[in-house]
């Protein structure tokens, strides 16, 4: 059985796509085997910073030659309701997680405001800091030296 499907362009041309799915079908072997092992794929996103928003809350990110700073306007915090935890998740992969302590659950959220830190970025040093309704999250960068000892 022969299928078209007509795409239209525009008015002077048309293009005919002719799909033969008999054919494609008895192409593909039933079971589909391979000789060669997996190998492990190494973790896209090395350093992440999530933050205890939705991910289309409106952030503030700023880079100087020393930090990142990301800033949130929130009312209703006080200092002492926010946290920082620093998970690593695989060896190498670390995610920086700014909690709020009223949130009654610690499940991982998915519509979350994630951001890739760069690998020149010091995750373990992050700094929190809540004043005038503002939320201002550090991330310090490594020194030019220190960058060049981890490689």
């Known amino acids: 059985m022969t299928v078209a499907k007509v795409h239209p362009l525009n008015r002077r041309q048309t293009m005919v796509v002719v799909y033969d799915i008999e054919a494609a079908a008895s192409a593909v072997p039933s079971t589909v085997t391979s000789s060669k092992p997996l190998k492990r794929m190494p973790h896209l996103f090395a350093k992440v910073l999530q933050l205890p928003f939705r991910s289309d809350k ?82 310090p960068k490594i020194e030019a030296g220190g960058l060049d000892r981890l490689a």
Not at 58 to 75: L, W
Not at 84 to 94: F, N, T
Not at 112 to 134: G, H, M, N
Request: proline share 6%; glycine share 4%.
């Open 58 to 139: 409106d952030v503030e990110v700023h880079e100087t030659p020393e930090c990142y700073m990301f800033a949130i306007q929130h009312s209703g915090l006080a200092a002492e309701d926010v946290r920082v935890q620093v998970l690593e998740i695989v060896p190498g992969a670390v995610k920086v997680v700014v909690g709020l302590l009223s949130s009654s659950s610690d499940e991982n959220q998915v519509d979350c405001w994630r951001f890739r830190l760069p690998p020149t970025t010091s995750p373990e040093a992050t700094r929190v800091e809540y004043s005038d309704e503002v939320l201002l999250v550090t991330v």
